[in-house]
C-alpha cells in the first residue's frame, strides 16, 4: 500500500497522551493524567468538509472547560504549538507547524490530504505554566477515503535506510527501542545524522485505535556517541496492542520519516 507522508517541523520535547490511566513512565517523556488533559479540548474551526487533494487552511483552538482560547503559550520553545494529523488507517502523517492568530487560533495554509473521510488531529503544545497537553481532536474531509484496514508496516525494516533492531515490547514498563541507521544505497551506517530540535532523532507512536500518542526523543546523540549510527528511545507503552511508530531524522538538510508496526504484549 502506498502511504503519504510530509513533515514540516518537530518537537523537542517528549510527550505521552491516552485515554486509558496513565503510569509511571521515562525521564524523557511526560505523563499525562486524566485530570490534567480534561483541562482543554481542541477545537477545529477551518478545515472541516475541506476536499481531498486540493489546499485549504486547517485552524485550530485549545480550549479549556469554560471555552476559553488559550494564548498564553510559552516563547521558549522553538516552536509553540504542533499538530501531528493520521488517518485511522496510518496510510498518512503529517506534521504541521502552525502559527498563531490575533484570536488565540493556530492556522496551517495551503494543507493537501490525500484522502476523505476522518483524521485525528493531536495538538502538541499548551499554555505557559502548564504540563504541555496532548489533546485530540477530529477533522473530515470531503472525498474518496482511505482503504479501511491499517497499515501493516515492517516491524524490522523499511525501504528507506533505517532498521531496528529485535525487540519485544511489553505494555507497563519501560521498553527501549534501538535503530540502526543505514544507507539505502550502499547499506552503509549513516553517521552524519544533524540535529533536529534539541535530539537527533524523535518517535512518534499511536495505537491503532487512537487512543494513545507518545512522543520520544533519541537517547543517544552525535555529542555523547560520535561516529555512531544508532538511535535508542526509552518510552511506555500504556496497554498492550498494536501501534504505528514514526521515526524522523534529519540528514543533508532533509527530514527523513520512517514507519515501524510494533506490537506490544
Known amino acids: 500500500m502506498k502511504y503519504w507522508f510530509s513533515i514540516l517541523l518537530i518537537s523537542a520535547v517528549a510527550l505521552s497522551y491516552s ?3 496513565s503510569d509511571p513512565i521515562p525521564a524523557n517523556q511526560t505523563a499525562m493524567d486524566r485530570a490534567q488533559m480534561s483541562k482543554y479540548r481542541l477545537e477545529v474551526l477551518e478545515g472541516n468538509d475541506a476536499k481531498a487533494t486540493e489546499p485549504f487552511t486547517l485552524r485550530v483552538a485549545l480550549k479549556d472547560n469554560s471555552g476559553v482560547t488559550a494564548r498564553n503559550f510559552g516563547s521558549t520553545k522553538a516552536a509553540e504549538m504542533h499538530l501531528i494529523i493520521a488517518n485511522p488507517g496510518f496510510g498518512y502523517f503529517q506534521v504541521l507547524s502552525p502559527t498563531m492568530n490575533e484570536d ?3 492556522s ?3 494543507v493537501i490530504l490525500p484522502y476523505g473521510g476522518n483524521y485525528w488531529v493531536f495538538a502538541d503544545g499548551g499554555p505557559s505554566g502548564d504540563v504541555m497537553p496532548v489533546v ?3 477533522l473530515t474531509l470531503q472525498g474518496d477515503g482511505a482503504p479501511s484496514t491499517v497499515t501493516a508496516y515492517t516491524s524490522n525494516k523499511s525501504g528507506n535506510a533505517v532498521w531496528a533492531s529485535s ?3 511489553t505494555s507497563g514498563g519501560t521498553s527501549t527501542l534501538t535503530f540502526n541507521l543505514q544507507d539505502p544505497v550502499n547499506s552503509e551506517p549513516i553517521i552524519d545524522v544533524q540535529p533536529y530540535m534539541a535530539a537527533n532523532a524523535h518517535l512518534f507512536i499511536i495505537s491503532d485505535d487512537g487512543r494513545t500518542f507518545l ?3 533519541a537517547a543517544d546523540t552525535a555529542s555523547t556517541n560520535p561516529g555512531t549510527n544508532l538511535v535508542t528511545f526509552n518510552t511506555m507503552f500504556p496497554r498492550p496492542g498494536r501501534y504505528t511508530a514514526f521515526l524522523m531524522f534529519k540528514r ?6 520512517v514507519p ?5 504484549q
Open 260 to 264: 515501524f508496526s510494533i506490537t506490544v
Open 104 to 106: 488565540g487560533s493556530w
Open 215 to 217: 512522543h520520544a526523543k
Open 136 to 138: 485530540v481532536g477530529k
Open 108 to 110: 496551517t495554509p495551503n
Open 252 to 257: 543533508s538538510e532533509n527530514v527523513n520519516t
Open 167 to 169: 525487540q519485544t515490547m
Open 19 to 21: 485515554q486509558v490511566q
